[in-house]
């Protein structure tokens, strides 16, 4: 091994490095042990599934290598030349990210591989608004004054989000990188199947408040919601801004102390847009 450059951003406590051997030969690794969060090589054991069966045709990174010894688990990547988006959000990249990923769902439709449905992956984390009331906690302002509303619309989610496309479910600036000729997304260990405008409305609250647009200028907007079925889209941005208000007011997963930060944030915004979409006063 000639260089290991570490590489920041995304929210895994493990390694993330670029290598580069003697030869000149590349490649990315990321590794993970269940010291200090023990949820973690979980996650990689379920990206390696997923990554050696994406079709080399896809805009992804290609998996070379794994290693898992019931501790640790180490995943090894090819390398992208690439970088990912500048936050703030530049108006061309988003452009640029935009147009690839109605491309993405148009080569992972129908999936190319086995995966759960999204109804199965996400029914244990959408349920943020019910569990605030079932906790008596009501938020503050247009959130808790329509509490049981959310809730019951939140439930309704399912029903809606069901398709046949692979999803990554999981997009952000730092989960996907720009290269001189394309978009490649990475980082796949939440893919489920499902309706393909659910992984533009999953990314967009992450985008407005790292300085993009408000999230139902871009959805409205975009090619991929067109024929959306609009009641479906509300319940499961109902479902969205739940799992950030509640994920936001827990305490920090071990090891992740900026995870909540983050899903507060988001879930301003994503209550910004449900209160667009509802029309609730």
Excluded: Y
Excluded at 70 to 87: C, K, N, R
Excluded at 95 to 112: E, M, N, Q, Y
């Amino acid at each position: 091994m000639a260089r290991a450059d570490s590489q920041p951003g995304g929210f895994s406590p493990g390694v993330a490095a670029r290598l580069t051997t003697i030869d000149g030969r590349r490649a990315f690794v990321k590794a993970i042990s269940s010291d200090p969060n023990p949820n973690s090589p979980a996650f990689h054991r379920q990206e390696a599934r997923i990554a050696a069966q994406l079709p080399a045709t896809a805009p992804v990174p290609r998996l070379l290598w794994t290693f898992d010894d019931g501790e640790w688990v180490v995943l090894l990547f090819e390398d992208i030349d690439g970088s990912h988006p500048a936050v703030p959000w530049r108006d061309d990249e988003l452009a640029r990210v935009l147009a690839a990923l109605l491309d993405l769902g148009v080569a992972l439709t129908p999936s190319p591989i086995e995966a759960p449905s999204i109804e199965v992956s996400l029914e244990p984390l959408l349920v943020g608004w019910r569990s605030l009331a079932s906790a008596g906690i009501a938020p503050e302002g247009w959130a808790g004054r329509h509490l049981d509303d959310l809730a019951a619309l939140e439930a309704r989610w399912p029903d809606g989000a069901g398709g046949k496309t692979l999803l990554h479910t999981d997009l952000r600036a730092d989960n996907m990188l720009l290269t001189d000729e394309q978009v490649v997304f990475i980082d796949w260990p939440w893919a489920a199947v499902g309706a393909a405008w659910i992984d533009l409305a999953n990314m967009l609250p992450s985008v407005a408040m790292q300085g993009g647009p408000a999230p139902w200028t871009v959805f409205d907007a975009h090619p991929v919601s067109q024929g959306a079925d609009a009641d479906a889209v509300t319940a499961f941005v109902a479902g969205l801004a739940g799992f950030f208000v509640w994920g936001g007011s827990q305490p920090p997963p071990p090891g992740l102390p900026t995870l909540r930060e983050f899903q507060r944030a988001q879930g301003e915004h994503a209550v910004r847009w449900l209160q667009v979409r509802t029309g609730w006063t």
